[in-house]
């Protein structure tokens, strides 16, 4: 399993996620070229070791276990695994 970053995240790229994760599987960062053009971050489904460290650290509840996500937000589990795809 993995976790899924969904819509609240659009616009606002807190990277507070980022700075917790213990194995670098979400992206872009702020160091990043692609962090200032991209409108969201992404979670590695490859990576992600569920520790859920990121969870409690988005300040809009972005962030949720794969079985735990909104059914609104279903598409993100593919939005979050097909950017590392297109820029892995
Ligand atoms: Fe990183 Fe853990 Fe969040 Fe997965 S659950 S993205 S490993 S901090």
Same mark, same amino acid.
């Given at each position: %399993? @993995?976790?899924? +970053?969904?819509? *609240?995240? +659009?616009?606002? /790229? $807190?990277?507070?996620?980022?700075?917790?994760?213990?194995? $670098?599987? +979400?992206? #872009?960062?702020? =160091?990043?070229?692609?962090? =200032? #053009?991209? /409108? %969201?971050?992404?979670? $590695? *489904?490859?990576?992600?070791? $569920?520790?859920?460290?990121?969870? =409690?650290?988005?300040?809009?509840?972005?962030?949720? #276990?794969? !079985?735990? &996500? #909104? =059914? /609104?937000?279903?598409?993100? @589990?593919? &939005?979050?695994? !097909?950017?590392?795809?297109?820029?892995?």
């Amino acid at each position: %399993m @993995t976790h899924i +970053i969904a819509e *609240p995240c +659009i616009g606002t /790229k $807190d990277t507070a996620c980022v700075e917790v994760c213990p194995v $670098d599987c +979400i992206h #872009p960062r702020k =160091d990043e070229e692609k962090f =200032d #053009p991209e /409108k %969201m971050l992404y979670i $590695d *489904p490859e990576t992600c070791i $569920d520790c859920g460290l990121c969870v =409690d650290e988005c300040p809009v509840t972005a962030i949720f #276990p794969e !079985d735990e &996500l #909104p =059914d /609104k937000w279903q598409e993100y @589990t593919q &939005l979050n695994a !097909d950017w590392y795809k297109e820029n892995g």
